[in-house]
């Protein structure tokens, strides 16, 4: 109920304005991220003179859509970064279409233009298993609850469906069934997926459980510094600032949330998982942006690289 009443305030701030209508229907993490974004193009598109208030999306065009793509190619964006500064203006304009504010034509055009094909490596860096074992290492040497949570929370966070961070805060008790080990993750758009917590994840979790009680509410919650166990749901930059001090702690040179990710996809197909059942457990939308985390033709192409005899003897 509190979430319906909050969606109705921000509503009724500007009911009539796609960006508004269309940010209110995200999760979390993608409001923030994408208010940013819809940010940067108002401020780009107008050379700041507007924001995102004022902007007036629903004049948006293919033409214009197009020229902001172009735009930001030349300037040197990322082919991930392009698509998002679409899929922003993608869901706005849908926004003004559904609002009576766009014809469905001119949503349909520019709904029509094309995203930019993706052809880099992944951000970041796959974690080795000696780095895993010492950031759990350094949780288990914290004998105060923050050290047994954190040991749980980055179980998970490799092990289990390789969850974000925005997934692993929002993860209540009721979203775990201890008996079979099923997890139920909120992921991006809203989507709900399931991962099991088996072996270390299941016991590592099982041991945070015996010290934060049966309470319902979030899975995780917050530890003040007396080592006393608060009971309020964690923040996304509080994992971002837990990994960062268990990763000093451990001696594990620098590494981001999503490596523990990245990690999880890529040792489960190197163990030759079915890379279909793998995209699922991860939560892509498309198996083709799991592949990209596939380090296998990189191992075949290393191995037909050593085929090959260069013939030098160096200097003597």
């Given at each position: 109920?509190?979430?319906?009443?909050?969606?109705?305030?921000?509503?009724?701030?500007?009911?009539?304005?796609?960006?508004?209508?269309?940010?209110?229907?995200?999760?979390?993490?993608?409001?923030?991220?994408?208010r940013?974004?819809?940010?940067a193009?108002?401020?780009?598109?107008?050379?700041?003179?507007?924001?995102?208030?004022?902007?007036?999306?629903?004049?948006?065009?293919?033409?214009?859509?197009?020229?902001?793509?172009s735009?930001?190619?030349?300037?040197?964006?990322?082919?991930a970064?392009?698509?998002?500064?679409?899929?922003?203006?993608?869901?706005?304009s849908?926004?003004?279409?559904?609002?009576?504010?766009?014809?469905?034509?001119?949503?349909?055009?520019?709904?029509?233009?094309?995203?930019?094909?993706?052809?880099?490596?992944?951000?970041?860096?796959?974690?080795?298993?000696?780095?895993?074992?010492?950031?759990?290492?350094?949780?288990?040497?914290?004998?105060?609850?923050?050290?047994?949570?954190?040991?749980?929370?980055?179980?998970?966070?490799?092990?289990?469906g390789?969850?974000?961070?925005?997934?692993?805060?929002?993860?209540?008790?009721a979203?775990y069934?201890?008996?079979?080990?099923?997890?139920?993750?909120?992921?991006?758009?809203?989507?709900?997926?399931?991962?099991?917590?088996?072996?270390?994840?299941?016991?590592?979790?099982s041991?945070?459980?015996n010290?934060?009680?049966?309470?319902?509410?979030?899975?995780f919650?917050?530890?003040?510094?007396?080592?006393?166990?608060?009971?309020?749901?964690?923040?996304?930059?509080?994992?971002?600032?837990?990994?960062?001090?268990?990763?000093d702690?451990?001696?594990?040179?620098?590494?981001?949330?999503?490596d523990?990710?990245?990690?999880?996809?890529?040792?489960?197909?190197?163990?030759?998982?079915?890379?279909?059942?793998?995209?699922?457990?991860?939560?892509?939308?498309n198996?083709?942006?799991?592949?990209?985390?596939d380090?296998?033709?990189?191992?075949?192409?290393?191995?037909?690289?050593?085929?090959?005899?260069?013939?030098?003897?160096?200097?003597?």
């Amino acid at each position: 109920m509190k979430q319906i009443i909050k969606v109705k305030n921000e509503l009724a701030r500007d009911d009539h304005n796609p960006a508004a209508i269309y940010l209110v229907g995200l999760s979390g993490a993608g409001r923030y991220t994408m208010r940013r974004t819809l940010e940067a193009i108002a401020a780009m598109v107008s050379n700041g003179e507007t924001n995102i208030e004022s902007f007036a999306w629903n004049e948006l065009r293919f033409q214009h859509v197009t020229a902001i793509k172009s735009k930001l190619e030349s300037a040197g964006y990322k082919p991930a970064t392009i698509n998002k500064f679409l899929a922003a203006l993608r869901g706005t304009s849908r926004a003004a279409w559904l609002d009576g504010q766009m014809s469905a034509e001119d949503y349909q055009r520019v709904k029509a233009v094309k995203i930019v094909k993706n052809d880099t490596l992944p951000a970041g860096r796959g974690m080795t298993k000696s780095e895993l074992s010492a950031l759990l290492s350094a949780c288990e040497d914290d004998e105060t609850p923050a050290g047994t949570r954190d040991a749980a929370i980055i179980a998970m966070m490799y092990s289990c469906g390789g969850l974000r961070r925005a997934e692993v805060v929002s993860l209540d008790l009721a979203d775990y069934d201890a008996e079979s080990g099923r997890l139920k993750i909120r992921g991006k758009g809203n989507k709900e997926r399931t991962a099991y917590v088996t072996g270390g994840a299941e016991g590592a979790l099982s041991d945070w459980l015996n010290l934060r009680g049966d309470n319902l509410g979030a899975l995780f919650v917050a530890i003040n510094k007396g080592g006393n166990i608060q009971g309020g749901r964690l923040t996304s930059q509080a994992i971002y600032n837990m990994l960062q001090k268990r990763g000093d702690e451990a001696g594990v040179k620098s590494f981001s949330p999503h490596d523990l990710r990245r990690s999880f996809i890529s040792d489960l197909l190197d163990a030759g998982a079915d890379i279909t059942t793998v995209s699922k457990m991860a939560g892509h939308a498309n198996v083709t942006t799991t592949s990209r985390y596939d380090r296998r033709p990189e191992e075949a192409k290393r191995k037909a690289a050593s085929l090959l005899h260069v013939p030098y003897h160096g200097r003597a």
